[in-house]
C-alpha cells in the first residue's frame, strides 16, 4: 500500500473550486433578486411578440372500462379520439398521466379539459387550466407534437391495438 502521508494536496484546486462554487453562488442570488434578468419562457416570448393563436379546441379525457383513452370535444361532447389498449399511443397516455397527477396533487378534479393550442410561429401548447400547466409540445420532437396536432385537426381517430403485451389499463391508474 502506497504511504500519501507525506504527500499535500494541491492548494490552487482548493482555490479553484471555492471561486467555482462562489461564482455560482453569485449568478444564483443575482438571478433570484433580480440583478440578472431571466429568459422569457416560451408563452412569455410568445406574449411579448404578440403571436396569435391559429386553432384552439378543448378536450376532455376519459378511460374506458376496456382501458381504451378516450377524447371528447369538450364543447360539443362528440369523441375526438379513441385509444384503444395496446395501442402505440404512448406519447398521449404519458401526457395525459401527468397533468392527472399534478391535478391530484393541487386537490383538482380530473374530468376538467385541457386546451390544445396551435400559433402563428407554429408552436403547439396543452394547456391545462386547472393547474395552470402549460406544455409545449413541440419540445418532444415532430412524431410526439404531431400527435396531438392530429386530435387538434379535428378528424375523429381510432388508435388500434398494436401489440397486446403492451395493453394499457388507463391514465387514471387502472381500468374502470
Known amino acids: 500500500m502506497s504511504d500519501f502521508r507525506n504527500e499535500k494536496f ?8 471555492g471561486g ?7 449568478v444564483v442570488f443575482s438571478l433570484q433578486t433580480g440583478v440578472i434578468a431571466h429568459r422569457p ?3 412569455q416570448a410568445r406574449e ?3 403571436v396569435a393563436p391559429i386553432k384552439s379546441r378543448n378536450f376532455r379525457f ?3 372500462k376496456d382501458g381504451a383513452l378516450v377524447a371528447f370535444d369538450a364543447d360539443t361532447n362528440a369523441e375526438a379520439l379513441v385509444l384503444e389498449p395496446g ?3 404512448g406519447f398521449i397516455r404519458g401526457v395525459m398521466r401527468g397533468l392527472m397527477r399534478e391535478r391530484m396533487l393541487k386537490e383538482q378534479p380530473h374530468n376538467g379539459p385541457v386546451k390544445v393550442t396551435e400559433w402563428a410561429d407554429g408552436a403547439l401548447t396543452l394547456t391545462d387550466p386547472s393547474t395552470g400547466r402549460i406544455i409545449e409540445l413541440g419540445s418532444f420532437g415532430p412524431t410526439n407534437r404531431a400527435s396531438f396536432a392530429a386530435l387538434l385537426a379535428g378528424d375523429k381517430t381510432v388508435i388500434v391495438k398494436t401489440d397486446p403485451k403492451n395493453a394499457n389499463a388507463g391514465f387514471f391508474g ?3
Open 87 to 89: 395501442s402505440n399511443s
Open 48 to 50: 411579448i411578440a404578440k
Open 20 to 26: 467555482m462554487i462562489a461564482i455560482t453562488l453569485a
Open 62 to 64: 376519459e378511460d374506458r
Open 10 to 17: 494541491p492548494v490552487g484546486v482548493l482555490y479553484a473550486a
Open 41 to 43: 419562457t416560451a408563452p
Open 174 to 176: 387502472a381500468a374502470r
